[in-house]
């Protein structure tokens, strides 16, 4: 029992201390899993996390979801994912409330301006990474009949995205490798 609150706790300061993407967590998962409570042994861990970045989605949350599987079965897996997601989600769902609050006084009106330039470049980067991307990796033909579809369907017949992009998975089932 007191190592799986041990683990919980790993779980929790980490959740509450790491900032930054997966790379940030591992480092403090490892000090809490395999030295400071010793719960699994680094060879383990490293394996774990071998396997955790080959997966899609957040990797310190696939790390405790692991370890706490592997240690402590279902329970484990899902009081380490609440440990360890839960404090960023309350936090996330208190700030969001503050904002609502606190929507229309200037000063946060002027940030989320401020704000906005940078969003909208971040993800003009993006769109142009997976353009170019996708343009050098099938032939070109593929992407012209995708962009023009979806094109078609959301600009002629206002149709909503989603459909698009049902469109878009749908062709790339059937005619793409």
């Known amino acids: 029992m007191m190592l799986f609150i041990q ?14 993407g ?14 400071i409570f010793a719960i699994i042994p680094a060879d383990q ?9 080959a997966l899609p989605g957040p990797l310190g949350a696939k790390i405790v979801g692991a370890v706490g599987y592997e240690t402590f ?19 996330a769902l208190l700030l969001y409330r503050l904002l609502m609050k606190n929507r229309q ?27 170019t991307t996708t343009i050098a990796t099938m032939e070109i033909w593929h992407f012209f009949i995708i962009f023009g579809g979806s094109l078609f ?10 459909v698009a992009i ?8 059937v005619f793409l490798p």
């Open 73 to 91: 079965g279902l329970p484990g897996l899902i009081f380490g994912e609440l440990f360890f997601d839960g404090p960023g989600i309350i936090l």
């Open 22 to 35: 997966g790379v940030a967590f591992v480092p403090m998962l490892e000090a809490f899993f395999t030295q």
């Open 105 to 131: 006084q200037p000063k946060l009106q002027a940030v989320t301006q401020f704000i906005q330039p940078f969003i909208i470049v971040m993800v003009a980067k993006v769109a142009v990474s997976l353009t």
């Open 153 to 162: 369907l959301i600009m002629k017949k206002k149709y909503p995205p989603i």
């Open 45 to 53: 861990f490293f394996e774990i996390v071998g396997y955790a970045s």
């Open 166 to 173: 049902i469109f878009a998975i749908c062709y790339g089932l």
């Open 7 to 20: 683990f919980l706790f790993g779980a929790l300061m980490t959740g509450l201390t790491a900032f930054g």
